[in-house]
């Protein structure tokens, strides 16, 4: 059984866990789901890391942050056009893509769902928002979080000042004005030490700047046509109009 205590040290979780019917949300889905996923689901509920990274939950306060909404399959479907026409080609089939969550800047992280009977082994991908580049891990998404909060890996596609602020999460909670908005708890949860007070700094890149390329335990991947599904800027489709979380 997946192990939380290594993700738990550097990030606490909230209290208490929550209970999630999971064979209802597998039912509504059609599929299993990886043991890691369910205790992250339990411990840590909905809400973003470093205010950065959000993942997929099934009580997600808006469809476009609930496991069970029509985000994974609207942009598997995006994917899949794009596969077929070869037009912006992506390096797994689509069908053995899911998303499982994404960031701030328009990235989307993607459950690699083979084998399809064997969720346990599920490796991670991470597109890029404005660019080519593709980014595997080879674990679950929970080691992929431990690894990323702990500055071991290094995606390609993050911001280089991430952790500026130390590891962190913040539950999410609708918004009081209005039932379809979200937003983020303002007290983030981190360890009582060595990243000091004050909250998570997060920048942007630049159009023109290139992040580094040197990752731990991933690798990345460039096509030279290679533009990602849903965040291009210049295509006509555009992730923050269609798909805005907010």
């Known amino acids: 059984m997946t192990d939380l205590s290594a993700l738990t040290r550097i990030c606490p979780a909230p209290l208490p866990a929550m209970h999630?019917?999971?064979?209802?949300?597998?039912?509504?889905?059609?599929?299993?789901?990886?043991?890691?996923?369910?205790?992250?689901?339990?411990?840590?509920?909905?809400?973003?890391?470093?205010?950065?990274?959000?993942?997929?939950?099934?009580?997600?306060?808006?469809?476009?942050?609930?496991?069970?909404?029509?985000?994974?399959?609207?942009?598997?479907?995006?994917?899949?056009?794009?596969?077929?026409?070869?037009?912006?080609?992506?390096?797994?089939?689509?069908?053995?893509?899911?998303?499982?969550?994404?960031?701030?800047?328009?990235?989307?992280?993607?459950?690699?769902?083979?084998?399809?009977?064997e969720p346990d082994r599920w490796r991670i991908a991470v597109n890029e928002a404005r660019g080519p580049q593709w980014f595997t891990f080879d674990g679950t998404l929970a080691d992929f979080l431990t690894s990323v909060l702990s500055g071991q890996t290094k995606v390609p596609q993050f911001p280089r000042d991430l952790l500026d602020g130390g590891p962190s999460f913040a539950p999410s909670h609708r918004s009081c004005g209005d039932p379809n908005r979200s937003r983020t708890s303002p007290q983030l949860l981190r360890p009582p030490s060595a990243h000091g007070p004050g909250p998570t700094a997060t920048r942007f890149l630049l159009e023109d700047e290139s992040p580094p390329k040197s990752a731990k335990h991933g690798t990345a991947t460039t096509a030279e046509q290679c533009r990602p599904e849903i965040s291009r800027t210049n295509s006509g489709r555009c992730w923050r109009r269609c798909c805005r979380r907010e």
């Open 20 to 117: 999630i019917a999971w064979e209802h949300v597998e039912s509504a889905l059609g599929m299993a789901l990886p043991t890691d996923y369910k205790q992250l689901a339990e411990h840590y509920g909905p809400g973003g890391f470093c205010n950065y990274i959000h993942i997929y939950h099934p009580h997600g306060p808006t469809e476009f942050v609930n496991l069970t909404g029509p985000m994974p399959a609207r942009i598997r479907a995006y994917l899949r056009e794009d596969f077929d026409q070869g037009t912006h080609p992506v390096p797994y089939d689509p069908e053995q893509l899911f998303t499982i969550g994404g960031t701030d800047n328009g990235e989307h992280i993607f459950w690699i769902t083979g084998p399809a009977q």
